[in-house]
C-alpha cells in the first residue's frame, strides 16, 4: 500500500468563498488547518451541554464489538473521558448547542445546507465521541454525502482512499464497506488481499482545529489513539447529489442488517466473495449482475424502508 500527502490548506476567518470553491472542484480529500480554533469543545462542554439518551458501541482489546447499547449521554461521556473503548456515532444536538460550534467555522453556514434524507431535523452537526481502542470500519457513506469533518479534541487517526481505489480494497457489491479489516496488520490482509499492495491512501493523525474534506465516496476508516471529540457537517454541492445519494441510502437500509438483512443471506456472501475477487471481463460480468439487482431488489428496499423508518421510526444509525 503506498501513501499519498493529503493538500494542506489553512483556512482563516473570512476566506469562506475561497475554501468552498476549493471542495466544489476537488475528487480529492483535503485537509484544512483552522486558525485559531479554540479549544473549549471537550468531553466536558458536551458533558455539561445537554442530557438524554444515546446509543454506544463498547470493543475490545481486539477493537471488535462487543456491545451495542443504550444508555444516558453524559455517563457514557464520561466513560469515554476515562479512555474507555466505547463510541457515540453521530449524536445530535438541539440548536442552541450546535450554534456554539457552527459560529467557530464560518464555512458550515456559507455551505447551502442540503441535509440527508431531505431531512432538516438531521442538524447542522454530527457528532462522534470515542475513547481509545474505538474505530470505525473502513466505509464511504451510503448517502454518498459530502463531509467537513472537524476535530474538537483529541487525536484521531483517519485513513483515507478516494473512490478509483474501491477495486483494490476489495469493495463488496450493492454495499458501501471493504471486505478487508483494517484494523488487522497489514502483513495479515496483503496474504487475503493481494491487491491491497496497489492501493493508494492517505494516512492523517487528525489534531483539535483540523478539519478534513472527504468528497462523495471517499474511504474512510477511523482509530481513536486517544478520546476524541469531532463533529461533521455532510452536505452535497448539487441538489442532484441530494437526490441520487437519498435514493442510494434509502437501498442501503432497506438491503442491510438494519433492513431486511439480505447483506447476511448465503447467496450475497457467495456472490460478494467471487465479485471482489474477480478481475478484468469477469469482474464487468459481475457488476452487470450487481446492477440488474440493484433495479430488482430496490422495490422490496424502498418498501422496508418506509415501513421500518418512517413508519415505526427506528433509527437508521
Ligand atoms: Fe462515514
Not at 281 to 302: D, N, T
Request: charged share 25%.
Amino acid at each position: 500500500m503506498n501513501c499519498a500527502d493529503i493538500e494542506v490548506v489553512e483556512y482563516r476567518s473570512g476566506q469562506e468563498a475561497e475554501i468552498e470553491r476549493l471542495i466544489y472542484q476537488s475528487k480529492k480529500p483535503i485537509l484544512f488547518k483552522i486558525s485559531d480554533f479554540p479549544d473549549t469543545f471537550d468531553l466536558d462542554f458536551y458533558i455539561d451541554s445537554h442530557n438524554g439518551k444515546t446509543s454506544y458501541t463498547r470493543y475490545d482489546s481486539g477493537k471488535n464489538i462487543i456491545e451495542s447499547s443504550t444508555a444516558r449521554l453524559q455517563d457514557v461521556l464520561s466513560w469515554i473521558k476515562e479512555d474507555q473503548p466505547v463510541r457515540i456515532f453521530g449524536q445530535m444536538y438541539p440548536d442552541h448547542i450546535n450554534d456554539k460550534l457552527v459560529d467557530k467555522i464560518p464555512l458550515w453556514k456559507k455551505i447551502p445546507f442540503r441535509p440527508r434524507y431531505f431531512k432538516s431535523s438531521l442538524g447542522k452537526a454530527l457528532y462522534f465521541f470515542g475513547g481509545k481502542g474505538s474505530v470505525t470500519k473502513m466505509h464511504f457513506d451510503r448517502e454518498r454525502n459530502s463531509n467537513l469533518h472537524v476535530c474538537l479534541h483529541g487525536k484521531k487517526r483517519v485513513l483515507l482512499f478516494d473512490v478509483s481505489q474501491s477495486r483494490n480494497i476489495y469493495k463488496t457489491p450493492l454495499k458501501s464497506d471493504s471486505e478487508v479489516d483494517f484494523k488487522l496488520p497489514f502483513d495479515k490482509s496483503m496474504k487475503r488481499y493481494p491487491d491491497l499492495a496497489k492501493a493508494t491512501c492517505y494516512d492523517v493523525v487528525l489534531s483539535p482545529g483540523d478539519m478534513i474534506y472527504m468528497p462523495k465516496k471517499c474511504w474512510h476508516y477511523i482509530e481513536y489513539i486517544e478520546h476524541n471529540v469531532s463533529a461533521t457537517f455532510a452536505f452535497y454541492p448539487k441538489r442532484i447529489d441530494q437526490l441520487l445519494g437519498t435514493l442510494s441510502g434509502v437501498f442501503y437500509l432497506g438491503f442491510s442488517f438494519q433492513g431486511m438483512g439480505l447483506d447476511k443471506t448465503p447467496t450475497y456472501k457467495k456472490f460478494s466473495k467471487r465479485y471482489i475477487h474477480s478481475r478484468g471481463l469477469k469482474r464487468l460480468g459481475y457488476k452487470v449482475i450487481e446492477s440488474l439487482a440493484f433495479v430488482a431488489i430496490y422495490p422490496v428496499c424502498l418498501y422496508t424502508t418506509i415501513n421500518k423508518f418512517v413508519i415505526l421510526k427506528k433509527r437508521p444509525y
